[in-house]
């Protein structure tokens, strides 16, 4: 769990409201522990902002504090990450004034900027298939286990924390459907196919090998303990490595290949964002600019012929 940073950096009274704050995300809103410290790092950078301005009470701060601190991010920082702290600190602004240390919403004054999205990076099927064969060579516990993962997480679009927090009872291998719990503790049901299901069955008749092992999840370590997934991306950097795929492949990846694959076999945008589990359809869409763009390039080399 996330804390503000050393009190001597941000002034107490600053300090201990961020901290009332953080304890309201995780007690009354219960916020992820991930979006609790993004959001503690983001609102302690504007703290630090305030206190080298001489503000030691956030019902000291004024509009210009607010257009000040937004034109130093600009300078400093990437639309994106300036749009994540903009959220965070209007989520706070919010908070305030529930609670009297504002008499208005300050951020009524800031404007969102323009974010633009990046277009994802997809491995193609070809690729992938030689990802997962270098992870079936040999049926040692690691290669079974990591068959298994990547087979589930390419077939059903998982993230890396979601397919290594799944537990035994997330799983119905007989009807192929998997219980997801996502951003925001949000729960979606995503089917699997037969390769993930035989991979799968196959981990699951080795896995009771781990005696010792008391852990929930459905994927574990050799010594019976949650895989990490740091450790999942280590083993997919190998192997793609072992694959000859000389690009950086990152755990993502396998996630966007997913909807790219779909969405070019003629999928459903819709059914696309639910088994993604996005809240909004314009993230979703980025993905149709990917398919746009190979439909314009086979036209193109059609043309030259």
Not at 83 to 107: H, Q
Not at 218 to 233: E, M, N, P
Request: proline letters at 2%; a positive charge; glycine letters at 4%.
């Amino acid at each position: 769990m996330s804390e503000p940073k050393e009190k001597s950096e941000v002034n107490q009274k600053l300090f201990d409201t961020i901290a009332d704050f953080k304890y309201y995300l995780e007690l009354e809103l219960c916020r992820s522990k991930n979006t609790s410290s993004s959001y503690i790092s983001d609102l302690t950078l504007f703290a630090e902002f305030l206190s080298r301005r001489g503000i030691s009470d956030f019902a000291g701060v004024s509009d210009d504090d607010l257009v000040a601190w937004l034109g130093e991010l600009s300078r400093k920082t990437k639309a994106s990450s300036q749009a994540r702290r903009l959220s965070a600190l209007k989520s706070f602004a919010f908070w305030l004034v529930d609670n009297g240390v504002w008499k208005k919403n300050l951020c009524d004054i800031l404007a969102r900027p323009k974010v633009r999205r990046e277009v994802p990076r997809v491995l193609e099927a070809g690729q992938i298939d030689a990802i997962i064969e270098k992870a079936s060579e040999d049926v040692k516990f690691e290669r079974v286990r990591d068959k298994a993962m990547l087979e589930l997480m390419y077939g059903s679009g998982l993230r890396v924390s979601e397919l290594c927090g799944l537990q035994f009872a997330d799983i119905d291998l007989e009807n192929a459907i998997l219980r997801v719990r996502g951003k925001g503790e949000k729960t979606r049901l995503v089917p699997f196919g037969k390769l993930a299901a035989s991979a799968i069955d196959a981990w699951l008749r080795i896995r009771p090998e781990i005696k010792k092992s008391t852990a929930s999840e459905l994927f574990i370590t050799k010594r019976g303990r949650k895989l990490s997934r740091k450790t999942f991306w280590y083993n997919l950097k190998k192997y793609a490595a072992l694959a000859g795929i000389a690009c950086n492949v990152k755990p993502h990846m396998l996630r966007h290949s997913f909807a790219t694959h779909l969405l070019r076999d003629g999928a459903n945008l819709m059914s696309i964002r639910e088994m993604l589990g996005h809240s909004d359809l314009s993230t979703t869409q980025i993905y149709t600019q990917l398919v746009s763009d190979d439909i314009i390039s086979e036209y193109s080399k059609a043309q030259k012929r």
